[in-house]
């Protein structure tokens, strides 16, 4: 294409600048050939000129087109040169915050100087195993990509991070590490990541300074390679260092320091352990006080002091290492405070008894004065003899520093092999990841050897990256099969042999070194003379004899000569060297070890003279004094050639780390820095390389669908998609050179690109034009059919109008004339019927007037006639009682005469013989006939006895029931009582109120004049009580809304700190059984090492973890509800737990104490198991108390029951017959005969009087006993009336009575009354409680007071009783919802029901079919009292479920049907429990089938825990299977065909269609709810599921589309919205709306109505605040940074927009880093409800397929 073309009118290109390096502008006018200026318009609008050559015109940059100038990738870039790069990097770091750009194989890095949300473990897992081109560049990314080629290739990787100081390198190399460490893992628990991460802060503390430019300069390279095993998991690490810059210990410029660790020693000088090592201020010391800089700003010294002690403890370094390690540092410290003067006349050259030189011997435990004399002399050792020479002041203080210098040196090599022994690889080793921290290019004011040392290591650095792109490029072509022409790059081999050739820079230094008296001024002539006339890459400067340029590759660099010597050198005399190695230290003896066994003996202290002479040889030298002797430049250059030779070994990762102001001021970004960094670290060279050949890369499909509107229809009638994109290609660009197609991609030469986007632009706005022209004239149609249509409605309005006006005047007329006629009729009519009503109203009065007066009269005759009647009835009845009374009193005088005669006459007759003969005639049969009915009178009063006394007895229960109902009954009359008062009262109340109405009817009067004047008042009042009303209505609407939002604050708020209980129990639960796998892990670990047969599981440890899975819930702190009603009962359960575990655990000693190998366990101590015993004897005392005082009290009531007893126990035991005296035996009967005569009429009459008394005893009783009963009902019948007169009387009085005293009394009787009866239950309750203390106590006792036989017996005997079959009657009726296991059977079950059990092989069958099989089971167990089968059985479900679960981890139907079969036992365990607020929907069946003697609401807490698990294995394993589909379908799939149009890929990008659709996600999720609801989980659960797997597909969907850049358009917000709500509509058809999935898809959906919306006025960035609640600032801030406009349909987000909405943002919510990504890993607190199970237990069928024949069915 001609200049002319591309430099038209219009077109943007760079010129430069002094202030900005480049800067844009527009041309004016177009270019012509021959034109010797360029108009430009700058950005400002101000007018320039750019002068050119018109013989050889260079012509500026061109500018890429806007929707390139964030691009990724700058090789993307149409046109690349350094103005573009320069200016995209800009745009990325200041406009979208981005800090992370791709440039090829490299990723330039820019130090923010600023904490980014950009490294959390989100952000880790969601580059992980991504390719590099999908997400956003990121040092994840090049870590995720080396570790993806390492697993792929099987080949060695390496990351190369450099940069200049301050860039950041070191900070990246930690994020990458701490990548590797939490993807790739450890192989087994040993940590072996942490390691590797403890590794940084120490290295960091002993290599790391502050420098002028970077508070944490690294002063030292490190190539840390990171091992992994066959598996790609972490198993070691190693860790070489090259370089440390050991001039800074002991001197720093102005503002910089020394390495950190001094500081942090002197920072924590007053810790109790550094009290001997006199540390004290950084101030004091002379090596850390030269800086003036011992602070800096947010460092805590102290508290990283602290940090690199915890890592030397993580690596394995002893404390008292770390002790003697931080002793050496602070005699460094002491060595560097020791005071030399100049030497006199006496030769003297140190104080002897100087503290400081104390202070380092005795740290260092070596010879004071042997320290004194050989820092101030030297040893000159000749072929024969050696000579001790004294040194000036200048020689001794280097000396001294030489050794601090070496000292530290020294114990820096031995922190690393520390490290690397800590880090040493565990097993073999499969593949390794190299991380390469070195130092960048680095050019000073005055530069020195180290400067040269480090640049020279960058030449090669730089080469190995030269060859590296030159190999890639050349792969790309070759593989592309596009014809390859060798592209000219630059190679610096010319530098680098200048550096290390044979007579080059080095060789020439070291070779001076050799000499006597070299000098840094003769090896610089040495310099001049050998290269400066040879070398393009020499020079001399102009001004200088002691200094050389080198020409690196990032420009020229001029080296002071002075001290390149002397470092190079690195001197440190053998004497000291000696001194240190015989030191009492045993870190100096591994600094300075000796070889052999042979030592140099230290010179004697001489008295006389300078001269000593001592045996010649050095054969005796260690070997670390033989590498010492080797010059510095020769190490550094053999350990960079094998850093090479590493480095080509491995595929390299480039991260070029920049600078972007050299004030550290977060996000300000200084060209002229940004340009000499990015032309010093190579990223300009990748652009060359590139922009030389075809750096703009489409393919076929790509660039069809990008460039479809350019095609022509005859172009596209080809099938071939291939021929289609070369026929437009050869249409379009006319020179064939600028492009070449591959076999799957398009190659284009810079700038073709932009040429095709300008013609795409062209041809989209002229299609833009003509539907702008079609839409504007169906706009103008529309609107001119809608305002005729208005017109004629408006007429027909209108004459409608006066039509109703007419008929509206005539209907009103007609009206009218009604009106009158009836108006008058009304008036007629009222008139008459006002005479009518006076005059029957006359009538009326007149007519009842005369009927009173006639009534009057009637009256009183007849009372006249009455009173009449009663006076002659009385005079009547007086006469007839007198006469009555005379004849009844004559009566009785002749009677008693009568009576007397006879009387008279009946003595005289008794007094006569004939008649006691009469009487005694016939006696003696008469006797023995009384004898028989005295016998029969005998049995007659036993049985009265004995009915007397039942009787006595239902007769006491009645008067007792009676007496409580009396005592009731006194107590309603005491009310009655009240009640009466109250009437009393209310009846004077109504006197009153008579009273008072008469008083009230003469102020009625007073009232009626005053009401008409109150009326007046009553319209004003009336007016101000309506707008008072109205206030009162409005303030206590906003009361109401207040309150109820406090209301819902605090609801909130509650249901929050439920949720994160919730959450933090259920987090416990879930690290309980993270640590129970780490612990099943470590015991299979030490079981595959060992096999041993000692360490086979004996059966008292089963019985053990069998005792631990029984009782896990009393390790939990979290209660339940379904503990609630046992909290009384948790002291006697504990008791039974500790007496089981107690017993247990001796039988376990008794064993282990039994067996061969016990005497080889046997420790010295206390066993712990006695320690619990006596604990628990300790307890036991105290219950012993209570019972004592139990049973004392039990004692005397029973001896007071007894006394009452008494009288009834002896009539009881005698019967009538002894009482009287009659139960004589024969013997006396026969000696009493001649006394039986005389005796036997008292006899008779005795018997006589005790029958009558007898039976007038038990008559009496009977009437007694008939009275008190119907007094007793009468009482309860007059009660009862009275209470219900009381009852309507309250009645009444509430409603008469306002002030309501009498119902509150009532109301508060009924409180005392519940009270009262509380309390009863109470006392009921802790009677039951005492009951089964008392139990559970005895039981106790009794077996901790045997002995330890007696108790094995006892066990061996229960064991027995337990495994055999238990004898349970079975009933001849139906089935009993009972099922019983034997002892031998119950593995049996356990497999049958649990291990083995497979729902679709038992078609019919429950999904609980397990549940309820065990609890059928624990229901027979509870009928026999037999706990220890309970929980064993318990255990038993609970280990093989977990097993079964364990087993079949990744079966997401068996983890379901164990999650239901576990709820439905949590179910069982409660509704059939003793907790009666779960039986409330019970059937009385069901409540027939609970337990009767054992309570296993207990258990619920460790089932409870055991579905958490359950549910969370669930939850991992649908996230599982759906992460993988999240992003392709709601992201990449194109749901809406043709919405969305291809953009230009970056570098890396290989687009292909995506792996799964929406469609395939839905089905997914049907699948999973069709699973849940075939096992018939609960459906609260299943929302609770769901709930947590949206919250996945939305966290997973939201952190990749902020991660992606390429995803934030227009398009794809409309795309990502369709995609939602179809998730919803989803949610919605299966019932799943009200579970709360909707609601965590909120964040997502804001992001897709975020990407829709505008984005330019005020009023936009507001609506953005106030839509986007539930996204963070730092995501709306990250969305719109990386918003992508359509090319040429849409403009960029500007940054004042951004700023705007960031300041909204700032106000709305408080400061503070929020969170970018979303914690996909959280996981909601789960509620496992409880629901009433409808299943009758004795219903229950069992398919014959499960095979339970050995249960029995009871």
Not at 948 to 955: D, T, V
Request: charged share 25%.
């Amino acid at each position: 294409m001609a200049a002319a073309e591309l430099y038209a009118q219009g077109t943007r290109v760079w010129i430069p600048d002094c202030l900005e390096v480049w800067k844009s502008a527009e041309l004016t006018r177009g270019y012509k050939e021959g034109d010797s200026f360029l108009h430009l318009r700058l950005e400002d609008g101000s007018e320039s000129t750019f002068p050119l050559d018109p013989q050889c015109p260079q012509l500026p940059f061109l500018r890429n087109p806007d929707y390139l100038s964030g691009e990724n990738d700058l090789v993307a870039l149409s046109y690349l040169h350094e103005p573009a790069v320069l200016h995209t990097l800009r745009a990325r770091f200041l406009e979208t915050n981005t800090i992370y750009t791709y440039c090829g194989i490299i990723l330039v890095a820019i130090n923010p100087y600023k904490q980014l949300p950009i490294y959390e473990e989100p952000v880790i897992y969601a580059y992980s195993g991504q390719n590099m081109g999908d997400m956003d560049p990121h040092i994840f990314a090049v870590a995720e990509d080396a570790y993806k080629e390492m697993s792929r290739n099987n080949k060695n990787q390496s990351l190369i991070i450099s940069g200049e100081s301050g860039a950041g390198k070191t900070a990246s190399a930690k994020y990458a590490m701490r990548y590797f460490a939490l993807v790739g893992g450890s192989l087994d628990d040993s940590s072996m990541e942490e390691k590797v991460l403890a590794s940084s802060p120490i290295m960091e503390a002993f290599g790391n300074a502050k420098t002028t430019r970077n508070d944490n300069s690294s002063r030292f390279g490190k190539y840390v390679e990171i091992c992994f095993s066959h598996e790609y998991r972490i198993v070691g690490a190693a860790m070489k260092t090259y370089l440390l810059e050991k001039s800074r210990l002991t001197f720093q410029a102005k503002a910089e320091r020394n390495y950190h660790i001094f500081y942090q020693l002197c920072a924590s000088a007053a810790l109790p352990e550094f009290q001997g090592l006199g540390l004290g201020g950084a101030e004091s010391f002379h090596y850390t006080n030269q800086g003036q800089c011992t602070h800096l700003e947010a460092t805590d010294d102290a508290a990283d002091l602290e940090s690199t002690r915890n890592a030397f403890s993580l690596l394995g370094v002893h404390e008292s290492s770390q002790l003697e390690l931080f002793s050496l540092l602070a005699a460094i410290l002491h060595l560097g405070n020791i005071r030399l003067r100049a030497k006199d006349r006496h030769e003297e050259s140190c104080f002897p008894g100087d503290k400081a030189l104390g202070l380092f011997c005795t740290l260092l435990g070596v010879e004071k004065s042997q320290v004194s004399r050989w820092l101030c002399y030297r040893k000159l050792v000749t072929a024969s003899e050696t000579y001790v020479k004294p040194m000036s002041r200048q020689q001794a203080l280097n000396s001294r520093d030489a050794l601090a210098k070496h000292i530290y040196g020294q114990l820096f090599k031995w922190i690393v092999s520390r490290i690397n022994k800590a880090l040493r690889a565990s097993c073999r080793q499969q593949a390794s990841i190299g991380i390469l921290d070195i130092y960048g290019f680095e050019t000073f004011t005055v530069n020195s050897f180290e400067q040269f040392c480090i640049n020279y290591a960058n030449e090669k650095l730089q080469q190995h990256f030269n060859l590296h792109v030159f190999k890639l490029e050349q792969e790309e072509y070759m593989k592309e099969e596009i014809p390859w022409t060798f592209i000219d790059f630059y190679d610096n081999q010319p530098c680098i042999d200048l550096i290390e050739a044979r007579l080059g820079i080095l060789d020439l230094l070291n070779e001076e070194c050799k000499m006597p008296k070299g000098s840094d001024a003769s090896w610089a002539q040495k310099l001049y003379d050998k290269h400066l006339h040879h070398s393009p890459h020499f020079q001399k400067p102009k001004m200088s004899t002691e200094a050389f340029i080198v020409h690196h590759f990032a420009g020229k660099v001029e080296y002071q000569c002075s001290g390149f010597l002397e470092k190079n050198q690195d001197t440190v005399h053998a004497e000291l060297i000696g001194l240190l190695r015989a030191s009492k230290s045993a870190l100096l003896g591994e600094l300075f070890p000796e070889e052999g066994d042979g030592s140099i003996a230290l010179p004697s202290r001489r008295s006389h003279g300078s001269r000593v002479t001592v045996r010649p040889g050095r054969r005796s030298l260690p070997a670390t004094d033989k590498e010492h002797k080797k010059p510095i430049s020769t190490q550094f250059k053999a350990s960079l050639h094998k850093l090479m030779e590493t480095l080509s070994s491995t595929a390299p990762h480039y991260v070029r780390c920049i600078k972007p102001n050299d004030r550290k001021q977060p996000f300000e970004f200084d060209a002229k820095r940004a340009v000499e960094q990015l032309r010093a670290c190579g990223v300009l060279e990748t652009i060359q390389i590139s922009a030389s050949g075809y750096p703009s890369r489409w393919t076929y499909v790509e660039f069809f669908s990008r460039y479809r509107a350019l095609t022509y229809p005859e172009e596209l009638m080809g099938a071939d998609e291939r021929q289609t994109c070369q026929l437009v290609l050869k249409r379009l660009l006319k020179d064939p050179s600028k492009y070449q197609c591959g076999k799957s991609k398009i190659f284009f030469r810079a700038g073709q690109v932009a040429f095709l986007e300008e013609l795409r632009g062209r041809r989209l706005r002229a299609a833009c034009v003509i539907i702008q022209k079609s839409l504007r004239c169906w706009l103008g149609r529309r609107h001119f059919l809608r305002m005729r249509a208005a017109a004629i409605c408006l007429q027909r309005f209108f004459r409608g109008f006066l039509a109703r006006r007419l008929a509206r005047h005539l209907r009103r007329t007609s009206a009218a004339l009604t009106l009158q006629k009836n108006f008058k009729m009304a008036l007629a009519r009222r008139s008459y019927l006002r005479t009518q009503a006076a005059a029957v109203t006359i009538q009326a009065f007149a007519r009842g007037m005369f009927a009173r007066r006639l009534h009057r009269q009637m009256v009183a005759s007849q009372k006249a006639v009455v009173i009449q009647s009663a006076v002659r009835g009385w005079l009547a009845r007086t006469k007839y009682l007198r006469v009555r009374g005379a004849a009844v009193y004559l009566q009785c005088c002749y009677r008693r005469m009568r009576a007397r005669r006879e009387l008279r006459q009946l003595r005289i007759e008794a007094k006569s013989v004939e008649h006691y003969k009469q009487l005694n005639k016939g006696m003696e049969i008469k006797v023995m006939q009384l004898q028989c009915k005295v016998d029969e009178q005998a049995r007659e009063n036993r049985s009265l006895s004995e009915q007397l006394s039942a009787l006595r007895a239902s007769h006491n229960e009645e008067v007792e029931r009676l007496c409580s109902e009396l005592r009731g009954l006194r107590e309603d009359k005491a009310h009655e009582t009240r009640i009466r008062e109250l009437q009393e009262q209310l009846q004077r109340v109504e006197l009153e109120k008579s009273s008072s109405e008469g008083r009230l009817g003469q102020e009625i009067e007073e009232l009626k004049q005053r009401l008409t004047e109150l009326e007046a008042m009553k319209s004003n009042l009336k007016e101000e009580k309506d707008a008072l009303n109205q206030r009162i209505m409005e303030q206590s609407q906003e009361l109401e809304d207040q309150l109820r939002q406090h209301v819902a604050a605090e609801s909130q708020e509650l249901l929050c700190q439920l949720e994160g209980e919730r959450a933090r129990y259920q987090n416990l639960v879930k690290e309980c059984a993270r640590l129970e796998q780490c612990c099943e892990n470590l015991q299979d670990e030490v079981a595959f090492h060992k096999r041993t047969p000692s360490l086979q599981r004996s059966p008292s440890s089963d019985s053990i973890l069998d005792s631990e899975c029984s009782y896990p819930s009393s390790l939990s702190t979290a209660p339940s509800r379904d503990d609630a009603d046992q909290q009384s009962e948790s002291s006697s359960q504990s008791l039974d737990q500790e007496r089981g575990r107690w017993r247990q655990s001796h039988e376990w000693r008794r064993l282990r104490s039994d067996s061969p190998s016990s005497s080889l366990n046997d420790d010295d101590g206390q066993d712990p198991y006695e320690k619990a015993y006596l604990l628990l004897l300790g307890q036991l005392n105290v219950v012993t108390e209570d019972l004592a005082r139990t049973r004392e009290e039990l004692r005397r009531a029973k001896a007071q029951l007894a006394h009452e007893r008494k009288p009834f126990e002896i009539f009881k035991r005698r019967n009538i017959a002894e009482i009287l005296g009659l139960n004589r035996s024969p013997e006396k009967m026969i000696e009493e005969d001649s006394m039986r005569e005389e005796d036997l009429k008292y006899a008779y009459d005795a018997l006589r009087v005790s029958n009558k008394l007898l039976e007038s005893q038990l008559q009496e009783e009977q009437q007694q006993h008939e009275q008190e009963l119907e007094g007793l009902r009468l009482d309860i019948r007059s009660l009862k009336q009275l209470s219900k007169q009381q009852q309507s009387l309250i009645q009444d009085l509430q409603q008469q009575q306002e002030e309501g005293g009498l119902q509150h009394q009532i109301v508060q009787l009924k409180r005392e009354n519940l009270d009262l009866e509380g309390q009863l239950e109470r006392q009921e309750k802790s009677m039951l409680k005492l009951q089964k203390q008392l139990k559970t106590s005895r039981k106790q006792i009794q077996d901790l007071t045997a002995s330890r036989e007696a108790r094995l017996l006892e066990q061996k005997v229960k064991v027995e009783e337990t495994e055999r079959p238990l004898d349970v009657p079975c009933p001849a009726g139906a089935f009993g919802g009972m099922l019983g296991c034997k002892a031998e059977d119950e593995g049996r079950l356990i497999s049958t029901i649990i291990t083995d059990f497979k729902l679709q092989h038992n078609p019919g069958a429950l999904p609980a079919l397990p549940a309820y099989i065990l609890f059928m089971c624990f229901r027979h167990a509870d009928s026999g009292h037999d706990e220890h089968r309970i929980r064993s059985l318990f255990a038993a479900a609970v280990s093989g479920i977990k097993r079964v679960v364990k087993k079949h981890s990744e079966d997401f139907d068996v983890v379901v049907l164990w999650l239901t079969n576990t709820c439905c036992l949590i179910n069982c365990l409660r509704q059939y429990g003793r907790d009666q607020s779960y039986r409330l929907a019970n059937t009385p069946k069901q409540n027939q089938h609970c337990l009767k003697n054992f309570d296993l609401a207990s258990h619920c807490q460790s089932l409870g825990d055991l579905a958490i698990q359950i549910y969370q294995q669930l939850i991992r394993l649908a996230q599982k299977k759906l992460k993988p589909m999240i992003v392709a379908a709601m992201l990449e799939s194109e749901t809406i065909q043709g919405l969305s149009s291809a953009r230009p890929p970056g570098y890396r990008k290989q687009p292909a269609a995506p792996a799964y659709t929406l469609d395939s996600l839905l089905q997914q999720l049907s699948s999973f709810h069709k699973a849940l609801g075939r096992h018939q989980l609960e459906p609260v659960v299943v929302g609770q599921a769901f709930r947590q797997l949206f919250f996945t597909v939305s966290g997973v969907a939201l952190n990749y589309l902020l991660l992606r850049r390429d995803a934030c358009s227009w398009s794809q917000g409309v795309q990502l919205r369709y995609n939602v709500s179809q998730l919803e509509e989803w949610l919605r058809a299966k019932g799943l709306q009200q579970s709360g999935a909707m609601e965590v898809l909120q964040p997502l959906i804001q992001a897709a109505q975020l990407l829709q919306v505008k984005k330019t006025t005020e009023e936009d960035a507001e609506a953005i605040c106030c839509l986007c609640t539930a996204l963070t600032s730092p995501q709306i801030m990250k969305i719109l940074r990386a918003y992508t406009p359509a090319a040429g349909l849409e403009e960029r987000v500007s940054p004042s927009f951004i700023s705007s909405v960031e300041n909204r943002l700032a106000e709305r919510t408080p400061a503070g880093l929020c969170q970018l990504l979303v914690d996909t890993a959280h996981l909601f607190p789960v509620h496992l409800p409880f629901s009433c199970s409808p299943v009758q237990l004795d219903e229950l069928r069992i398919p014959d397929s499960i095979n339970l024949t050995f249960l029995t069915r009871v």
